[in-house]
């Protein structure tokens, strides 16, 4: 397995499978493995299938927040 980017302890799922094949919003494996659970046994990390996370809202200042 590669080095993950994300943490040595990434959860096997098909979202970022290298040989995930995502058809008419149905997973399947490109390998033909069976998927129990979101994932299979053929599981390969790919860290360019993984989703960023949303950027965090920024908080609202006002002008008396800059006042001393």
């Not at 997973?27 to 965090?56: H, V, W």
């Amino acid at each position: 397995m590669k080095q993950p980017l994300f943490g040595k302890n990434v959860p096997c799922s098909c979202a970022y499978c290298a040989h995930a094949i995502n058809e008419n919003g149905a997973t399947r494996c490109g390998k033909g493995k069976e998927i129990k659970n979101g994932a299979c046994r053929g599981f390969s990390y790919d860290p360019l299938m993984r989703q960023p996370r949303p950027e965090p809202k920024l908080p609202q200042y006002r002008p008396e927040d800059f006042s001393l």
